[in-house]
Structures are given as C-alpha cells and as structure tokens.
C-alpha cells in the first residue's frame, strides 16, 4: 500500500460555530458548506479547504459521541486524527490487519460519502489514523 | 490574510527511526530525505511525503527541546502541529497580532529553510498552528 493523499486534518471542537469564527477571523476563510450531522460517527462535521488538503471540525453528536473524552481532555478542542486517502478501503483494511494494527470496526460512511475506518493510535506512532476511499469529483 | 496551503502535520515521536519503521511496514513509504538537526527549534526532523502534503516527524533534540513535556504527556508520540504556508512571514506575523492572537517569538528559520512562527493554541481552537513562509521549489 502507499501513502495516499492527506485528505483532512480532523480537529476535534466543542463548538464548531466558535472553531468557524476562528478560521473566519484569523485566514479570512469561509466553511465548504454548512455543518452537518454524520450519526454513523457520532459526529457534527464541517470542512474548511485549504488550497491542498482540508480541515474537518467535528463536534461531539450525542453524549456517546467517541469525541466526548477527548474534548474532557482537551476541553478547546485539538487536533483529533489525520486522514489519509486508499483507492480499495477492503484491501486497505486487510492490508492493515495483516501487518498487525488493529483496525477500529467495519469500514462506515465517512464524511465524504465513501467508506473509511480507523486505525488504533497505538500502531501508528500515537496518531490516530483514518483511511478513506478516496471520493469521487463531487467531494 | 487567505488560508495557505497545508504545508505539513508536525508529528512528535519518541525516535524517528521507530517512526519512519511504522511508515515502511503501513505505507510502504520512504522519508524524503535523512532526518536532521533543526537547533532553532530544538527537535530532530525528517519528512515523509504524501501526494499532496507532508508529515513532519521531529524527536527531541536536546533535554530543553519544546517537546519535551509533549511526549511525556503523549509518550507514544502524537500529532503536535500543523503548518500553513503564507506568502509574507513579517505580513502574517502583524496580521496575527492586530488580531489578537498570542505569536511565539520572533519568526526563526524552519525546517524547509524559510522563515516560521508560531501561533498559541489557545487562540486557534487548541491546535499549535505553525505559519511558513512559503518554501522556494528548491523545498
């Protein structure tokens, strides 16, 4: 497997309308599109596009969201996960499995509409990790 | 001020050689080149490329390097910074302070041999943002 495109730096936020003014105050940059909810990760997201890559906010969905402890740790918000883009997410995953780091579940829609899971910290140097099949055009 | 490109996602890690391991079994990717010193910024650093951006991997260089605490908090390692490359290092330095935001220091030369700085989490929603003067096509 080779390392895909950084599609998104997840940054994990207790409001995703303060996180905005913060993009919109200091860069000038206005949301991809409005915040919407993704209950199949228990989380509201909104995207910010850098000229190259992007930035998901997301905010706690419900108070099973899996964000909910980490923003008790980092109660501003912080960056949460990278996200990096497979053309095959199954293969990925048996790729992944097969080398031993331990992926977190079946393979859900992810935010961009295509199928993503994540892989435990703990196999990758502390980082959370989400591989994503890369979306179409219209993402 | 318009958001820049999303140069890269610092990485903190106990070793990079560990670090660069975790890339090759995963991703099967290469570091761009051999790590090296960075004194002006007290770590350690070596690139691995992704398509689109980079992950910067940098290891204490010294006892007083400003990972240091990072690490002890997170001693796996873990996502540190991001950086966004602007076209004037001086410009966005002035531009950040009339804004209110909490500049670290003067700008010091980084990694890619520009001109860098950076911004306090606290005034960017809990991520140490790092801005980069954009690098020459040498970088």
Redesign the interface.
């Known amino acids: ?6 599609n998104h ?1 997840g ?3 207790p409001s995703i309308e ?2 905005l003014e ?2 919109r ?5 206005e949301p991809r599109g409005a915040p919407f909810d993704l209950p199949a990760q228990g989380v509201r997201v909104c995207f ?6 992007q ?1 998901e906010l997301i905010e706690p969905l419900g108070e099973a969201s899996p964000i909910v402890k980490f923003l008790e740790k ?9 996200c ?1 883009e497979v053309p095959d997410i199954h293969a990925a995953k048996a790729d ?1 499995e097969a ?1 031993g ?1 331990r992926v977190l579940g079946e393979p859900r829609i992810g935010a961009h509409g295509t199928l993503v899971f994540f ?1 435990h ?7 959370l990790t989400e591989i994503m099949e890369t979306p179409g055009e219209a993402h």
């Open positions: 497997m080779k390392l895909g495109r950084l730096v940054v994990a936020t303060k996180s913060t993009y105050t200091m860069f000038g940059v910010v596009d850098a000229p190259n890559s930035i980092n109660p501003l918000g912080g960056q949460h996960h990278v990096f992944f080398k780091a892989v910290p703990k196999d990758m140097g502390g980082v």
